[in-house]
């Protein structure tokens, strides 16, 4: 007896605890990492992606990559047409075979710790980590990836 009430406490005070857990959202979390993190190279004078794409060596040469400067853009680098870009590139190796982190990993922070605690806001906003593309992602995945504006 006094082990179920303990056990519906505890359930209890799981759902209030989950239910005030903060929203994890583009205007607020998101956005502001972009800002300080990635648009001095993906901002507004960044080539859209498909021009980066005609002309990927001058861009690199500069130092730009595809322009990621609105939540509408980075969609496209997360579900379609490029999906799982941001995963592939923003992973920290844990969720590939080969345990090497994408390229863009190192710009999440400059301590270990800020580019883990990045990583997991972006996760969180994302909803599902799924590095695979287009032609291997599934329709339940990208019915799971929650990008809360
Ligand atoms: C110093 C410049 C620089 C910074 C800072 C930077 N990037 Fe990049 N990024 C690039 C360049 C150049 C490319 C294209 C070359 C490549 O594919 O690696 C690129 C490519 C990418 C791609 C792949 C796009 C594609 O082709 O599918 C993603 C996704 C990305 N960056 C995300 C980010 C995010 C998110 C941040 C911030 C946390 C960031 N980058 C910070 C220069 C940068």
């Known amino acids: ?12 005070l799981f759902i209030v605890s989950s ?26 004078d960044a080539p859209e992606y498909k021009e980066f794409k005609l002309n990927k060596k001058k861009y690199i040469s500069e130092q730009k990559g595809p322009r990621m400067d609105s939540y509408t853009h980075m969609v496209y680098f997360i579900g379609w047409p490029d999906t799982g870009a941001m995963m592939r590139r923003l992973d920290d190796g844990s969720s590939k075979d080969n345990g090497i982190p994408g390229n863009m990993y190192k710009n999440l922070g400059n301590t270990e710790e800020e580019r883990q605690q ?17 032609s ?7 019915s799971s990836m929650k990008l809360t504006y």
């Open 136 to 142: 291997a992602v599934s329709k339940d995945d990208l």
């Open 19 to 44: 239910s005030f857990a903060e929203e994890i959202t583009y205007s607020k979390h998101i956005k502001p990492i972009i800002t300080e993190k990635c648009l001095k190279c993906h901002g507004s």
């Open 118 to 134: 990045n990583l997991s806001l972006f996760k969180e906003w994302i909803g599902i980590w799924s590095l695979n593309r287009w």
């Open 1 to 12: 007896m006094k082990q179920s009430i303990l056990i519906g406490l505890m359930a209890a």
